[in-house]
Nanobody, 116 residues
Framework: QVQLVESGGGLVPPGGSLRLSCTAS????????MSWYRQAPGKERELVAV????????NYADSVKGRFTISRDDGQNTMYLQMNSLQPEDTAEYYC?????????WGQGTQVTVSS
């Protein structure tokens, strides 16, 4: 059974940093496109960053460009999201997403709260 487990969320003041991790099991990780999504209260889930398979160039939502960095370690089946210069509008539940050809998987989410 495929599992995606996120970690690293928490409470951070504006301007702070966090690093999220997503560890996958029972999936061909290196053959999967991995992404981070987020969903704020009362809003739709939105794509934050994408890490294509085979070392493709990452893509970012305009709202996080220059502040967030997505990366992956295929040997460890783990994806990361380094988040710098966090702002209150970054507050959301962050979800790990994997796409293996036409099959997709979601993690349970990790909460990020940016507040003073």
């Amino acid at each position: 059974q495929v599992q995606l487990v996120e970690s690293g969320g928490g409470l951070v003041p504006p301007g702070g940093s966090l690093r999220l991790s997503c560890t996958a099991s029972s999936i061909a990780f290196r053959l999967s496109t991995m992404s981070w999504y987020r969903q704020a209260p009362g809003k739709e889930r939105e794509l934050v960053a994408v890490s294509p398979r085979f070392g493709g160039n990452p893509n970012y939502a305009d709202s996080v460009k220059g502040r967030f960095t997505i990366s992956r370690d295929d040997g460890q089946n783990t994806m990361y999201l380094q988040m710098n210069s966090l702002q209150p509008e970054d507050t959301a539940e962050y979800y790990c997403h994997a796409r293996y050809y036409s099959t997709t998987y979601w993690g349970q989410g990790t909460q990020v709260t940016v507040s003073s």
